[in-house]
């Protein structure tokens, strides 16, 4: 492509991070950044049938195009043999996007959908961003990396050579997200006390058995200390809590929707530490109590640590976690003011609030280099 068809029409994006919430949300954080630095330029998810992209992308007015979804075997099974083909048809089919997007850059977020786009980029000639916000490398965004991109992490160490820190992006409706103004309409809206402490606990959209068991447990405690809660339990979950007489209301629903609500409703949060969670979290000056998943590579637990030694939360393993600790982390600092503030702020002051337009900045940038 010559120049003067270069400048004769915007430029094209795809952003390849489809499967979960913290793949889908940093890829649309970085997709409003980037209309609002380019208006007009033109801005393209890459997601398959399975993902919750098929919902969230659609949602923020992004468009979405499908492959098909390869996610790499972990053991030994058909799949094990059928992967070769299937990745040769998933690559197939996101050239014909690259090709029919007319792409000018591919920025991957990590996920299966990510390792299919990097793989298209190369073989088109397509430059390629990587943006990893987990404290440990994923598979597919290690490949990105090795195929020439251009790589950038949400934290240092993530095993990524030559990584430059941006922080995670994080939709600019929460970084603006006015607490105070809301905290009357948002308590309203899901019931709460609207004048008592309030904890907010999620274990992400599936939930968490053993914070739901924790938390409930200790209802009765936070109750009688005057604190009220909002418990989103996860869909194939159940939660029953007696309501104490006289005490703020304890809130137990499957799912939140309004997330924003939520988040300005509360005054603490007790939740696992995916990234995209604590960037969130933080972000809005909340403090947490962080119980990162007690499997994996400890990824979780990485992630939450920055913003736990600003003294923006605390980490308890998902193994310590009982009705006991619940209200030993939670009732002192909910009945302080002034350390509540002082740990929200800190929270605050802990991540990379303009990490969204710094990769937006660093995408057309490589855009305009092709």
Known sequence: MNDSSQSARPLSVVLAGGGTAGHIEPALA?????????????????????????????ERGVDLSLIPAVPVPRKINKDLFTFPFRLVGALNRTRRV??????????????????????????????????????????????GARLGARVLEAVKGSGLKGAEVVGIPVRQSLLELDRAALRGQAREFFGLDPDAPVLLVTGGSQGAASI????????????????GVLHAYGRKNSVHVDQVDGAP???????????DLALAAADMVLCRSGAMTVAEISSCGLPAVYVPLPHGNGEQ??????????GGGVIVKDAELDPGRVA???????????????????????????????????????????
Not at 131 to 136: D, F, G, I, L
Not at 251 to 258: E, F, G, K, S, T
């Open 30 to 58: 970085v997709a409003e950044a980037l209309r609002k630095a380019q208006p007009g330029i033109r801005v393209t998810a890459l997601g398959t049938e399975r993902g919750l992209e098929t919902r969230l992308v659609p």
């Open 98 to 143: 690259l090709k029919d997007l007319d792409a000018d850059v591919v920025i991957g977020f990590g996920g299966y959908v990510s390792g299919p786009a990097y793989l298209a980029a190369k073989w088109a000639k397509v430059p390629t961003v990587v943006h990893e916000a987990n404290a440990r490398t994923g598979m597919a965004n290690r490949l």
């Open 212 to 227: 739901n068991d924790a938390v409930s447990g200790a209802a009765r405690t936070l109750g009688d200390a005057g604190i």
């Open 249 to 259: 209301a304890y809130v137990a629903v499957p799912y939140i929707d309004r997330m």
């Open 301 to 310: 637990e990485l992630n939450a640590r920055p913003v736990v030694e600003a």
């Open 328 to 370: 030993r982390e939670v009732v002192p600092l909910l009945r302080d003011a002034e350390r509540l503030a002082a740990a929200g702020e800190a929270a605050r002051g802990a991540g990379h609030r303009d990490a969204a337009d710094r990769i937006a900045t660093v995408v057309i940038e490589t855009a305009r280099r092709k």
